[in-house]
Structure formats: structure tokens, C-alpha cells
């Protein structure tokens, strides 16, 4: 598995990538999730020895006190491989310098939230509220 910096991004590929997860708000306008990934402070990937896109992370940051996990997904078929651990680690040694690395995730009341505050502690993050801070935002629509 090669991890690597991109900054340019095919449609086709990201589809399947976000597909695979069941990102549906992302997969219908696959256009926007490029332009997204081309706008972002960091994208780094996760592929194969053929090349193939197993996983993606991305970053949103100032690059000295906030640093923002925007995503981080592995196609569906790897999960379980170390793709995930292997993107964050990268991300958590590239950002250690900055005071905040946050990122928000799914509610553990779901189930893909159960197994991402899992995976997130096990990466040695902790919830707002066990650091006495609190995170807002405005709604989220079209979830």
C-alpha cells in the first residue's frame, strides 16, 4: 500500500470510492467532491500497488493552531486492513504541531457510529465534552 499526497482527483474513481461507503449526499454531485478535494489543505490517499484507490483522507487547516479531519473513508471491500489507521497516523504525525485536530463523526447511537468512536479512540482521540470543550454547528440538511 502506497499513502501518498494528491491534489488532482478522476470522478470515476472517487464514485466508487464514496459509493462504496454509502456516502450518498457525496456520490450525487461527485463533481463537487473534486472540487472539494482540489480546495482542501491536504488530501492524501491510500492505493494499492496496481494504483487502485483504497482510501482517502483530507484535511482543512491553517496549518498552525487548527487542524480539521474532514474525512476519512476506505473503500468498504478493505476495511479491516489498516488503511484507516495507516491515512490518520499520517495525518496525526504531518499536524502535530497544531493546538486543535478535530473532526466530527456520526452519533455512537448509529452503526456506523459505533464503529467510528471506536476506531477514533483506538487513535487516541476523545470527545469535546471529556477535554470541557464543546463543538457547534448549524444543522446538518440532506443527510
Not at 467532491?33 to 494499492?48: E, K, Q, Y
Amino acid at each position: 500500500m502506497v499513502i501518498s499526497q494528491e491534489t488532482s482527483f478522476d470522478e470515476a474513481e472517487l464514485y466508487e470510492l464514496y459509493d462504496s461507503v454509502g456516502w450518498k449526499p457525496w456520490t450525487q454531485d461527485i463533481a463537487k467532491v473534486r472540487r472539494a478535494l482540489a480546495n482542501s489543505h491536504l488530501v492524501i490517499t491510500a492505493r494499492d500497488e496496481a494504483g487502485r484507490l483504497l482510501g482517502v483522507a483530507r484535511t482543512v487547516s491553517d496549518d498552525e493552531i487548527i487542524c480539521y479531519v474532514q474525512e476519512v473513508l476506505v473503500n468498504e471491500r478493505y476495511h479491516g486492513r489498516g488503511i484507516g489507521r495507516r491515512l490518520m497516523e499520517h495525518l496525526v504525525e504531518r499536524y502535530a504541531h497544531c493546538r486543535y485536530f478535530m473532526l466530527t463523526t456520526d452519533h455512537e447511537s448509529t452503526p456506523e457510529g459505533v464503529a467510528n468512536h471506536a476506531f477514533y479512540r483506538r487513535m487516541g482521540l476523545i470527545e469535546h465534552h471529556e477535554q470541557g470543550l464543546s463543538a457547534f454547528g448549524l444543522p446538518v440538511h440532506g443527510s
